[in-house]
């Protein structure tokens, strides 16, 4: 549909796009909100900086890298250690709150909304700040699942009690031996359940989720006012969110696309009539439209 696609950036004043996006927002039937990376980078969820260093200068001092991406691709002396690192790097992007409220601000905005939210972020944020766990598709794993490295089976293991425990007992950046996760099935160790090959697990749960996203889109037909809310997508993987919802809104004349995202808010020229980018941070975004909607 986009093979000679033709991105326009919109020229349109801020405060004339949040006054169009809260429109959409309260006049939209349905509401399908795609979020990346970019969104949990607006809540505080950096790694690099200030809380990179905070926890994990250590490792950074043995190791020599500088941000918590490239410290999940680092090799470690052993396997205590590399379980270490992990450890750390889940209980800070899982289970501690995300530093700004800017999830809760966009629970805010659709609570009352017939929503649905698919992103390729794994760090919980959505359900923890009030979102229907049955209204969610997380395509690209979670932080506080372990897999099977192998992996044996299609399932996925919690891993928060454990991970827990491997906060509280290390030392010298490493893990008593006994705490590090195996699968209880064949033996190997467990490893992260994000996707980075084929050996990612979509276990029933992921599959129920997809089923769900699927049968929100196929029931909402064109005779609705459809609302495709981007938030922080970028272009790592575009074929799970961007490109669809550009698809969905070409295909749907009543439907209407709104990117929000700092730097790289655009559409193609064949939607831009039905679509409202804006290239801001995405929390002063919300908060404006909170104010706008309050009015």
Partial sequence: MFSRISITKSTKDYSAKIERLKDELKSADAIVIGAGAGLSTSAGFVYTGERFRKYFSDFEEKYGFHDMYSGAFCQYDTPEEHWAYWSRFITVNRYMDAPKQVYEEIFKLVKDKDYFVITTNVDHCFQKAGFDKKRLFYTQGDYGLFQCSEPCCQETFENEEIVRKMMESQEKMSIPSELLPICPYCGKPMTMNLRSDNRFVQDAGWYKAAERYEN?????????????????????TPGIIKYPFWQQTATNPKSIYACVNYGEAVCPDEIKQRSICINEDIGKVLKDLEWEMQK
Avoid: A, K, S, W
């Avoid at 889109?217 to 272009?235: C, H, K, N, S, W």
């Fill in 216 to 236: 929100f889109l196929r029931t909402r037909g064109e005779d609705q006012r459809i609302l495709f809310f981007e938030l922080g997508v970028g272009y790592n």
